[in-house]
């Protein structure tokens, strides 16, 4: 990184009182010519130094795009997708970068997965702070606009589906002075702490992250008025496929999770807790 001139002269100035032979030269006048050469020369340096960080900057720039591209710079293509905009002929970037709230850009979260020949592209939006899938006309835009900026040969799957559905089945020892026989705070501040903490937990996932099982029953036993999360077991599914019991940990199909509120209403019940 280049130095700035200040630093620069008085690096100079430095070797200058170091030298046996320039050490006598002590004026401080601004117009004494031997400081004036220090100024002069500094600046020619900062310029050279500013040339090589620029150099180096574009030697970067070329080896990053001229290289097989990550997973990574899928998903960060993936959300610079822009709906309703053209690319400009030849290029894979668009011409003008919108702000993040901008309603073109529609993908929200991304994520590249590799599969056998081919790489699966796993994209959803947000409405109302909400995650769901992109809509079919979407969809058709972004699956066109990944077929023009991917690498030649390789094979994409684009897919915007709506969340895996998680069912969780417990009981929950509460702690009768903090919560009531339905799992709601006796001080009316919270009518579903427990609820409330599954859809926060899962919300806080990264999209398509690992869920674990145990930090998922670690999140439940924090819940204030909560005494035990006993005899937890979780399961999740997407489209039409069975459901399976996570045993460890599990990674969302659509790349996030939503809680099944009917399957939490059956299946999570309340005891109060006698120690």
Not at 98 to 127: D, W, Y
Not at 169 to 175: H, P, R, S, V
Not at 201 to 207: E, I, K, M, T, V
Request: hydrophobic residues 50%; contains cysteine; proline residues 5%.
């Amino acid at each position: 990184m280049a130095r700035s001139i200040a630093q620069i002269q008085a690096a100079i100035v430095a070797a200058k009182d170091a030298d046996g032979t320039l050490s006598g030269l002590t004026s401080s006048s601004m117009t004494a010519i031997w400081l004036l050469w220090t100024y002069v020369v500094a600046t020619c340096q900062w310029t050279l130094e500013n040339l090589f960080d620029a150099h180096k900057n574009e030697v970067a720039g070329i080896i990053t795009t001229g290289k097989p591209h990550t997973l990574q710079w899928y998903a960060t293509m993936a959300k610079a997708f822009q709906f309703g905009v053209s690319l400009p002929a030849g290029s894979d970037t668009y011409a003008v970068v919108p702000p993040a709230s901008l309603s073109v850009l529609v993908v929200q979260f991304a994520a590249a997965v590799e599969l056998t020949n081919l790489i699966r592209i796993k994209v959803a939006g947000l409405t109302g702070g909400i995650l769901g899938p992109l809509s079919i006309t979407q969809m058709n835009a972004f699956t066109t606009y990944m077929g023009l900026i991917k690498d030649a040969g390789v094979r994409l799957q684009c897919t915007s589906s709506v969340a895996d559905t998680f069912q969780p089945t417990m009981i929950i020892y509460y702690d009768p002075l903090v919560l009531d026989a339905t799992g709601a705070r006796l001080d009316g501040t919270e009518p579903t702490p427990v609820k409330d903490a599954i859809n926060t937990f899962l919300g806080s996932l990264p999209f398509n992250g690992v869920f674990i099982l145990n930090n998922f029953i670690a999140a439940m036993q924090a819940i204030p008025g909560v005494v035990i999360a006993d005899e937890v077991s979780v399961q999740a599914f997407y489209g039409m496929v069975a459901p399976v019991i996570i045993a460890a940990r599990y990674v969302p199909d659509a790349g996030y999770m939503a809680l099944d509120n009917v399957w939490f209403a059956a299946n999570v019940s309340y005891v109060a807790y006698a120690s």
